[in-house]
């Protein structure tokens, strides 16, 4: 990876495999989405860091007009191929502080899925308020890795291959139960000055992983892309080694998303 490159920069080397190998977010976070907003079809919304349309997709199935930023070339690729077959989206090369909206446009609903915490806070907020038509709304939300109850034990198993490459857990280990944890973004909306926080919904779901399926997820995460790839090498062995030892040669990874939904002021 070349030096100095921003992490929110690294996932377009993923382009290929990020649709595919991440997971989708639930329907009950755009049921919500909906309720919470009242926005319906063909309203016209902004999404922000689209990536190859992971979120995109599910909304523009149900009609609405998309405008999606996507700062990476080949990310933004992807979602075009991925989203040819809606007249109504389109995609667009750029990175949200330096994009330059046409005059006049306004958007029902800004959104970003997993992206907003790339933007420069001092830009996006106030940019994002005055982009927004009347009753408009900001969304965020997420997928993280979460540690429910049940967690499968691997990754108490895989943790010291992380410590001793130097690339141990930030915070505390094990990490809290996602409901135990706060928005990880309504204490900055609600500082912007330009918003007030409406809502705030959790999820949390399992997905099942075989060791190749489960090395290609890591694959499209900003951290294990800027790895040395020697370091890569040997988490991988090890991640192999650990699974060829279950029965069915899979382990279970929890996962957590929390919707924010906030008005204009």
Not at 10 to 19: C, E, H, L, M, S
Not at 114 to 128: G, H, L
Not at 221 to 235: E, Q, Y
Request: hydrophobic share 45%.
């Amino acid at each position: 990876m070349p030096r100095g490159l921003p992490p929110r920069a690294t996932f377009d080397r993923a382009a290929d495999t990020y649709q595919s190998a991440r997971p989708d977010y639930p329907p009950e976070l755009y049921a919500d989405l909906r309720a919470t907003t009242a926005i319906t079809p063909p309203a016209h919304l902004l999404e922000v860091g689209c990536g190859p349309g992971k979120a995109t997709l599910p909304l523009a199935r149900m009609g609405f007009g998309i405008t999606a930023i996507e700062l990476g070339g080949a990310l933004a690729a992807k979602a075009r191929e991925h989203l040819a077959a809606f007249p109504g989206v389109s995609v667009i090369t750029s990175s949200f502080e330096e994009w330059e909206p046409p005059a006049g446009v306004r958007f029902d609903l800004v959104y970003a899925a997993t992206a907003w915490k790339w933007v420069d806070a001092d830009v996006k907020y106030a940019k994002a308020a005055g982009l927004l038509a009347d009753g408009g709304h900001l969304a965020v939300w997420n997928a993280d890795h979460a540690f429910p109850a049940d967690v499968d034990p691997f990754f108490f198993e895989i943790q010291p291959v992380y410590e001793e490459l130097g690339e141990g857990h930030d915070g505390p280990w094990p990490p809290p139960p996602p409901e135990e944890q706060p928005d990880p973004m309504a204490a900055e909306i609600e500082a912007s000055g330009h918003f007030t926080v409406v809502s705030t919904n959790l999820y949390v779901w399992a997905a099942r992983y075989t060791a190749d399926e489960y090395i290609a997820l890591l694959d499209t995460f900003s951290g294990h892309i800027a790895m040395d790839p020697a370091k890569t090498g040997h988490l991988y062995g090890e991640i192999r080694r650990l699974l060829a030892a279950r029965p069915d040669g899979r382990l279970t990874r929890h996962w957590s998303a929390v919707l924010t939904v906030a008005a204009r002021h």
